[in-house]
């Protein structure tokens, strides 16, 4: 005879309670955390602050918008290609899989790893240095008019103000997400307080005097991004054909992650099967370094410190004999692939795309959607003299940021036939895919 069996809903406040005998003393637990929003509102029954945040990162437009965003080679070229939510969701696997094994929280760790890059350009990290030099100052257009530093750009403040402010789904602006994820993704890469001067700037909870997250889960997101991006731009490297197998075996870390695989490697295997076993090999020996030199340094800042929260030091990263070792493999990889010649073709046609489209932008207001233009038009309907505002440049600047590669290939080329503007020496058919993605 069957037993009839009582089903409990696991409520909020059941997986806040779960929390605190489950994780570790040094993990970031959920409960009272939504106190960190900006905008009150009410939480929810079911569901954490963390969980809520990441399906609110995940249900953005600006997630869903990295599709068709270059990681680092042009996904045209290949299928295969990592983009940058492939890379995104690459960090978040690793960052879960570090936080179980450390007892962090994971819902922490996997919303500030899937929010981590939405606040970057097309065409990779170039359209970020474009973006920095025309809001910083550095170059001129038509006429010699150059735009005032009006405080730079970098992808970690921009996925900021991306939550903060530009998403639009709530009667507020922006996500409203809590302190600990905010601060996780302004964090997974370096602060640069001298030259990035972001208006509106929300530093509550952000811990800004600090370079490292004051969360552990936002410390291993960091070095997790780290991780995630040595391993598949190697990877896509030796697939392009970029790099040799025999030059990739030359390195001193290569030949350890050899020797801890070697009884599961074939040395016969050719190099699609070679690789496949070092890329898995790779990753779990820096997982596993990681893992055991963090206990370390929690153990040693307890002790020093008699405290495991607010972290104010870096303490998720490689031991003293690995880190060298991985730092010579970033050089290795930047030297040898993403700073390659056939990059420098498609960086320089990208830097010059987006050039074009923030100058056509600035001397043509008219041509940019009527959304983005709201605050700027006055009372008779008509827009301000934009010449000399402040906060014009930053919204072009907001609007470019947020285009995937394609639509601004499609973007320029638009403009370009309605303005018969000379684009000829950018070869956009080549570079533009099938996709047709608009913000």
């Given amino acids: 005879m069957t037993?009839?069996?009582?089903?409990?809903?696991?409520?909020r406040k059941t997986l806040?309670?779960?929390?605190?005998?489950?994780?570790?003393?040094?993990?970031?637990?959920?409960?009272?955390?939504?106190?960190?929003?900006?905008?009150?509102?009410?939480?929810?029954?079911?569901?954490?602050?963390?969980q809520r945040d990441r399906d609110r990162i995940i249900h953005s437009r600006a997630f869903r918008r990295l599709k068709h965003k270059r990681q680092v080679f042009l996904p045209?070229?290949?299928?295969?290609?990592?983009?940058?939510?492939?890379?995104?969701?690459?960090v978040a696997q690793l960052s879960r899989t570090m936080a179980r094994a450390l007892g962090l929280n994971e819902d922490l760790t996997e919303a500030i790893a899937l929010g981590h890059d939405i606040g970057h350009t097309p065409f990779g990290h170039l359209g970020e240095r474009v973006l920095h030099k025309i809001m910083s100052g550095k170059t001129s257009f038509e006429?010699?008019?150059?735009?005032p530093n009006l405080g730079g750009f970098k992808h970690n403040y921009q996925g900021l103000r991306m939550v903060d402010f530009i998403e639009k789904k709530y009667s507020f602006n922006g996500l409203n997400l809590t302190a600990p994820v905010r601060e996780g993704m302004l964090k997974h890469t370096k602060l640069v307080r001298k030259s990035i001067t972001y208006p509106d700037f929300n530093f509550e909870g952000l811990?800004?005097?600090?370079?490292?997250?004051?969360?552990?889960?936002?410390?291993?997101?960091?070095?997790?991004?780290?991780?995630?991006?040595r391993t598949h731009d190697l990877e896509d490297g030796i697939r392009a054909g970029l790099v040799k197998v025999t030059d990739v075996k030359k390195l001193k870390i290569i030949a350890l992650v050899e020797k801890k695989i070697r009884p599961a490697f074939s040395p016969n295997s050719d190099d699609a099967v070679y690789?496949?076993?070092?890329?898995?090999?790779?990753?779990?020996?820096?997982?596993?370094?990681?893992?055991?030199?963090?206990?370390?340094?929690?153990?040693g800042f307890q002790l020093r410190t008699q405290r495991l929260s607010n972290f104010d030091e870096e303490l998720v990263y490689f031991n003293a004999t690995i880190d060298p070792l991985q730092k010579e493999l970033n050089k290795f990889i930047y030297d040898e692939i993403i700073h390659c010649s056939h990059q420098q073709w498609s960086d320089d046609i990208g830097e010059k795309l987006l050039f074009r489209l923030f100058e056509v932008y600035y001397f043509n207001p008219h041509l940019l959607p009527v959304y983005i233009l709201k605050n700027e038009i006055n009372a008779n309907g008509k827009l301000d003299d934009l010449k000399n505002s402040i906060t014009f440049p930053r919204l072009i600047c907001d609007y470019i940021a947020g285009m995937t590669d394609s639509f601004a290939i499609r973007e320029t080329m638009k403009i370009a036939k309605k303005n018969k503007m000379k684009i000829d020496d950018l070869k956009l058919e080549s570079a533009l895919g099938n996709d047709s993605d608009q913000i």
């Fill in 207 to 229: 811990e800004y005097e600090k370079d490292c997250a004051s969360t552990l889960e936002g410390q291993v997101v960091a070095i997790c991004d780290e991780i995630a991006q």
């Fill in 76 to 90: 045209e070229e290949s299928d295969h290609n990592r983009t940058r939510i492939t890379h995104t969701l690459e």
């Fill in 143 to 147: 006429g010699d008019r150059v735009i």
């Fill in 3 to 11: 037993k009839n069996i009582q089903y409990n809903l696991q409520n």
């Fill in 16 to 50: 806040e309670s779960n929390e605190s005998k489950t994780l570790a003393p040094y993990a970031q637990q959920s409960r009272n955390t939504h106190q960190t929003r900006k905008h009150k509102e009410p939480e929810h029954s079911y569901r954490t602050a963390f």
């Fill in 275 to 299: 690789m496949d076993q070092l890329m898995r090999g790779l990753i779990n020996f820096f997982m596993d370094n990681l893992l055991e030199a963090t206990l370390e340094n929690i153990a």
